[in-house]
């Protein structure tokens, strides 16, 4: 998958990432908003991973990628194309998650834009969709920005979640 936008550089997970993905998954801020919404031990942690690489494994343009600065290599956080089964319907999903100390700067926004960009050209469809909790407004914000809309709400692993997609 060899996705750039203007300041990020979009790369897959390897073994050597294994830390920064754990400086994602134990800051309770940034979790905040994802699965149950709870910080994860380094079991966890590896057990993530390794669905990373399941996905990999399933379609090389698909799963969550480390973001990379390309100015001076920094890890920014991870974002990609998630296939998703939603009310038994194959969707993929937009998703992101961008370390607390970078938050604010816009990268949320320019991975995004840029998936779709990926995801229309290498899929040749228009609906993408992103799964976001109802209080996460950073988030719709983003959705929003790239031209999604709230398309439902669903329950999803006993949350209330909303399904913002393309049209």
Do not use: C
């Not at 998958?1 to 390897?14: D, H, K, Q, T």
């Not at 969550?64 to 600065?69: D, T």
């Not at 038994?88 to 949320?108: T, V």
């Amino acid at each position: 998958m060899a996705i750039i936008s203007e300041r990020l550089v979009f790369r897959p997970y390897n073994d050597g990432d294994f830390e920064f993905l754990m400086s994602l998954l134990s800051d309770p801020e940034v979790v905040r908003y994802i699965g149950n919404g709870k910080t994860r031990d380094r079991n966890d942690g590896k057990d993530f991973l390794n669905r990373i690489y399941r996905i990999y494994e399933f379609s090389e343009e698909m799963g969550l990628m480390v973001l990379v600065n390309k100015e001076d290599n920094t890890l920014i956080g991870h974002a990609g194309l998630v296939p998703q089964t939603i009310d038994g319907n194959k969707e993929i999903e937009i998703g992101y998650w961008i370390s607390r100390k970078y938050w604010g700067k816009g990268y949320a926004t320019e991975s995004a834009k840029a998936l779709l960009k990926y995801g229309n050209k290498q899929f040749d469809r228009k609906r993408f969709i992103a799964l976001i909790q109802p209080n996460n407004f950073s988030s719709q914000k983003v959705a929003g920005k790239i031209g999604m809309e709230l398309d439902k709400k669903i329950i999803l692993g006993g949350k209330d979640v909303y399904v913002y997609a393309t049209k």
